[in-house]
């Protein structure tokens, strides 16, 4: 097997409103046999903005990543870590210290559905490839948001996540 690394996280302070950005960390596990589907993944950011301390509503976005697969047909399965709060169910955006803002990842617009490892009560996300040949691409929309009435400590605020893509 082979893994590839990426990076994650930018968050910026702006008079004392918050910017947000979660790039992605990213494990992509290549098979080394020619015969069996393999998938990269793309990510992009999900850009939080500024954050307004103790807002009434929530602050919700979208962000997406791509996964291209090609040779064999085959079925693969995308899993989004827990982050520095080591917790699907409550991730944190984090300024080193004390500060934090909660905020969670969900696969469904109405933002019902914790996009996970799987575990009950989260959910991952297959795809299935059933073509030979050329590359097939899957776009995935990620639904993000930052819980209403926070009112974190200035600064800049950020996580890891690992992104994980099985097949």
């Known amino acids: 097997m082979r893994?590839?690394?990426?990076?994650?996280a930018a968050v910026s302070?702006?008079?004392?409103?918050?910017?947000?950005?979660?790039?992605g960390l990213l494990l992509l596990v290549l098979p080394l046999t020619a015969n069996a589907i393999t998938c990269r993944i793309g990510l992009r950011p999900i850009d939080f903005g500024l954050y307004m301390p103790l807002t009434q509503v929530p602050?919700?976005?979208?962000?997406?990543f791509d996964v291209r697969c090609q040779a064999q047909p085959g079925t693969f399965a995308v899993i989004i870590g827990a982050g520095i709060s080591g917790n699907?169910?409550?991730?944190?955006l984090?300024?080193?210290?004390?500060?934090?803002?909660n905020y969670n990842l969900y696969s469904d617009a109405a933002r019902t559905q914790i996009w996970g490892d799987g575990t009950p009560p989260t959910?991952?996300?297959?795809?299935?490839?059933?073509?030979?040949?050329?590359p097939t691409f899957y776009i995935?929309?990620?639904?993000?948001?930052?819980?209403a009435n926070q009112a974190p400590d200035p600064g800049i605020y950020g996580d890891n996540l690992l992104v994980t893509v099985l097949f």
């Open 3 to 8: 893994t590839k690394i990426g990076s994650i």
């Open 59 to 64: 602050v919700d976005v979208i962000g997406q």
């Open 13 to 23: 302070r702006q008079s004392g409103k918050f910017f947000c950005c979660i790039i």
């Open 140 to 147: 995935y929309p990620v639904y993000a948001r930052i819980f």
């Open 88 to 92: 699907q169910l409550a991730r944190t």
């Open 123 to 134: 959910v991952l996300v297959t795809g299935s490839r059933t073509g030979r040949g050329r």
């Open 94 to 101: 984090s300024a080193g210290g004390s500060g934090v803002l």
